[in-house]
């Protein structure tokens, strides 16, 4: 049958390639964005055998985009790993003169490589029996062709194939993103916990409300879009009822803690602001929530803590793990509630570390397990060569500009300190030679909080530069110094021209 499009080395090709592409679709449409999506354990082992230095320049020069080009680079690999796999079911198959080999072969190899890949026996079947099904459909065509005019005829037939794998893939994709669970804060059901104080959170949440300042250009003081920063392009799906939390390392009894333990406990409602360290001096990723947890010293002080340096690891289910003082995890909280909801899937349900007055990193999401140490040893980031372990540093950020109808000008941002709390702010319209006090937001009855600023000048008729500072509760003026990001974080004043 030398018309037949899979006798063709690049009828195979090509066969191979959409077999690829609807494999990824495939496995997508049974998964969602889950750990059981194909590419998701790709990502993983690319983003953890990325020399630090690269990821660190990445972050630096590229932002979240180098993130995405890692996905985008592992979804790459896993369509090329099942065209592969149909490849050579597709070659095996000729030299065996054997038609059933073609399909159930790619399916056969693409399912064991998924289930080793993600554990997950069932839904491996979507990428496998997806990238068969390209297979049969171009079998099933060769099969139907007469034989005549076998130049176009071929062409119809690839075309076809390659139609057909790309609308099964956009079905797949859509299919797959309804199935992702939900990642976002307002999605995410109310809070029901025994332990928590749900009327408390409401008036916590009440007084954020009224103690905003009425400027529509920045976040309100619990943010509406609060910022993610993920090791992986897709989060982990951990089941609550399967969720423990286990004190191990250098203690004198071992405890484990499930979700139902946890949520019988006397919980605290507490604002806390996070920031990253890898952003900008004046980037987005700093945002406010309340958040609703039980205080974690006493699971420390039933463990019996026998740490020689007094420190501790602390581990989670997407293999994220970070290192620092205990006395900083004894001001935290596990936290299982957000804005009075429960805690979003995409800021660490069921159960996240929240460490007042430190940097975001450390605020461990997806928490499963509190080592007691030793010996000082090094977290995710700072394997990569980041300090993030330590307070945060003090930032006025700058986030809104806009000419009012009268001609003058309206300023505004937000200002943190960390648990050192904000008392000023100060804005010089002059490239810092005068300094005139901003309007600053009601506080927040818990320190480690932001405040929002605005402030309204009349603007020069020539070039001016702006810059802004704050001062914390103790009447230190944030330092002026500037330094990158990299390693220790962002510092210094925002300043902007204005023309
Ligand atoms: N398990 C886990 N926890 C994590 C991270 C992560 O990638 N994995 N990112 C950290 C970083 S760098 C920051 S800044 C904060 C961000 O928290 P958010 O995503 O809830 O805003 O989470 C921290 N906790
Ligand atoms: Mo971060």
């Known amino acids: 049958m030398a018309d037949d499009l899979l006798d063709t080395r690049w009828g195979r090709l090509l066969v191979s390639g959409a077999a690829g592409i609807a494999g990824v679709a495939g496995s997508y449409a049974l998964t969602g964005a889950s750990p059981a999506f194909l590419a998701s354990p790709v990502e993983r082992t690319l983003t953890r055998t990325m020399p630090g230095a690269i990821v660190s320049f990445a972050i630096t020069t590229l932002g979240s985009l180098g993130q995405q080009l890692n996905f985008v680079t592992a979804i790459g690999l896993t369509a090329l790993f099942v065209a592969l796999a149909a490849r050579a079911a597709l070659i095996f198959g000729e030299a065996a003169n054997n038609r059933i080999v073609p399909a159930v072969g790619t399916a056969l190899i693409v399912w064991v490589g998924a289930v080793v890949l993600t554990d997950e026996v069932v839904l491996s079947a979507g990428g496998a029996l997806s990238a068969a099904g390209v297979v049969v459909v171009a079998q099933v065509l060769d099969a139907a062709s007469d034989g005549s005019d076998p130049i176009s005829a071929k062409r119809r ?40 104080d749900l009327e408390d959170a409401q008036a916590k949440l009440d007084t954020a409300e009224a ?64 920031r990253c360290v890898g952003e900008t001096l004046n980037g987005k990723k700093m945002d406010n929530a309340l958040w609703t947890g039980v205080p974690v010293d006493q699971f420390l002080d039933e463990a019996g803590v026998q740490s020689g340096c007094e420190c501790v690891m602390l581990r989670a289910d997407d293999d994220y793990f970070e290192e620092f003082p205990i006395d900083a995890l004894r001001d935290g909280l596990l936290v299982y509630g957000m804005n009075g909801k429960l805690l ?56 809104h500009a806009e000419l009012l109808d009268d001609g003058r ?31 600053l937001s009601e506080p927040l009855p818990d320190d480690d909080v932001w405040r929002q600023w605005t402030y309204t000048y009349d603007p020069p008729a020539d070039a001016h530069t702006v810059v802004v500072r704050m ?26 021209e204005f023309a």
């Not at 979003?344 to 159960?351: A, C, K, N, Q």
């Not at 300023?411 to 300190?417: E, P, Q, R, V």
């Not at 001062?471 to 003026?477: K, L, Q, Y």
């Open 157 to 196: 037939r690839a075309l076809g194939t390659v139609g057909l794998a790309l609308g099964a893939s956009a079905l797949g994709f859509s299919v797959g993103r309804g199935r992702t669970p939900a990642a976002t804060g307002d999605e995410a059901p109310p809070l029901q916990a025994p332990g928590a």
């Open 211 to 274: 103690n905003g300042l009425a400027v529509d250009g920045i976040e309100p003081l619990v943010s509406e879009q609060f910022f993610e920063v993920d090791i992986n392009s897709i989060d982990p799906s951990v089941d609550a009822a399967d969720w423990s939390l286990t004190i191990t390392g250098a203690v004198e009894e071992e405890i484990t803690l499930d979700y139902d333990d946890l949520q019988a406990m006397a919980a605290r409602n507490q604002f806390s602001t996070l």
């Open 344 to 399: 979003p899937r995409s800021h660490g349900y069921p159960v996240r570390a929240l460490v007042p007055g430190h940097w975001g990193e450390i605020n461990v999401k997806w928490l499963t397990e509190i080592e007691v140490l030793e010996q000082e040893a090094q977290g995710y980031w700072e394997k990569r060569g980041w300090h993030g372990t330590g307070p945060v540093k003090a930032v006025a950020k700058l986030h």
């Open 409 to 439: 000008r309206e300023l505004g941002g937000h200002a943190y300190a960390g648990t050192r709390g904000v008392s000023a702010v100060e804005v010089s319209t002059d490239g810092g030679e005068t300094w005139s006090a901003a309007t």
């Open 471 to 496: 001062v914390d509760e103790d009447g230190t003026v944030q330092p002026s110094e500037e330094t990158g990001r990299f390693p220790s974080g962002p510092s210094g004043w925002v300043t902007r």
